[in-house]
């Protein structure tokens, strides 16, 4: 139960078993994060991040127009 993590996705094609999406105010608190919760989850055996640089295009909406008959 940590509230900086927003989703935590199984994922498949990746080089994970689990995508996590975590807001943090800086590198501090990730690194407090990653360090003090996430490497001590037992079966975590690494940890890969990256980060946004720049959102492009972000959205809540999710057209369902095209699925009418």
Not at 14 to 19: H, L, T
């Amino acid at each position: 139960n940590l509230p900086q993590v927003l989703e935590c996705s199984l994922v498949t094609g990746m080089d994970a078993d689990y995508q996590l999406k975590v807001v943090v105010p800086d590198m501090d608190h990730y690194q407090k994060l990653l360090l003090g919760h996430l490497t001590r989850i037992e079966g975590v055996t690494s940890v890969k991040s990256s980060f946004v640089l720049n959102q492009v295009l972000a959205s809540t909406e999710m057209p369902l127009t095209h699925l009418r008959n």
